[in-house]
């Protein structure tokens, strides 16, 4: 299941790049937060916190118990951060999306592929991971952290498509078509042809010698 997070908010009274600027200077992130039929609502983070958050590794998947003045927390998904382009590490701006248990959402999870497919252990054969993620629609509390699928059974020139991939709790998204991983046949190295040598004004004799030759 996802994982999940606290985070502590404040209301941003003052809005625009200038207000924006100082607050990442003072070590705040600024903020918004949509979705489930309310306003959106102009925020302020702490930066330590939405990174450390960031370097979890889950990030886009983590459900946030986010407290807002000292409200009762709501929970809320990460829908969009912005970086500085120059600096990566620098956040410039965190967008938050709230859910509620009973509303499905749509997110992106990743697709971990798991186990050797037939075709590479036994064929020598290499695998080629077409897609890294699929959007998929369900319940907060249904999200997992990726999507494991099994690919054991791949041989040489076999793929796997959206449509084979089935979720108990949730809908995927994307075309059922698109193939997310192919097992292709291995490159076969042709040997460049050996260069002629060149030819001299006289052929040269290649004899064995005699014994009388040695001799002397």
Do not use: F, M, N, Q
């Given at each position: 299941m996802a994982q999940t997070a606290n985070l502590q908010a404040a209301v941003?009274?003052?809005?625009?790049?200038?207000?924006?600027?100082?607050?990442?200077?003072?070590?705040?992130?600024?903020?918004?937060?949509?979705?489930?039929?309310?306003?959106?609502?102009?925020?302020v983070l702490e930066a330590p916190a939405v990174g450390r958050l960031l370097k979890s590794g889950h990030a886009s998947t983590t459900m946030i118990e986010l407290a807002i003045d000292g409200r009762a927390a709501v929970k809320a998904m990460l829908r969009e951060v912005q970086r500085n382009p120059v600096k990566q590490h620098e956040i410039l701006h965190v967008d938050l999306y709230e859910v509620t248990a009973n509303e499905k959402i749509t997110v992106s999870l990743p697709v971990h592929l798991v186990g050797t497919a037939e075709g590479v252990r036994n064929a020598g054969g290499v695998l080629d991971q077409v897609l890294h993620a699929l959007d998929v629609k369900m319940l907060p509390g249904d999200i997992p952290d990726a999507l494991d699928v099994d690919i054991a059974h791949l041989g040489i020139g076999q793929s796997l498509y959206v449509r084979d991939i089935k979720i108990a709790k949730g809908d995927v998204l994307n075309d059922a078509d698109l193939p997310v991983c192919s097992i292709v046949a291995p490159r076969t190295e042709v040997e460049a042809p050996v260069a002629a040598e060149p030819v001299s004004g006289e052929p040269e004799l290649i004899r064995k010698a005699k014994a009388d030759e040695t001799a002397e």
């Open positions: 941003r009274r003052d809005t625009g790049k200038g207000a924006a600027r100082s607050l990442r200077r003072e070590g705040k992130v600024p903020a918004v937060i949509y979705g489930h039929h309310r306003e959106p609502e102009a925020l």
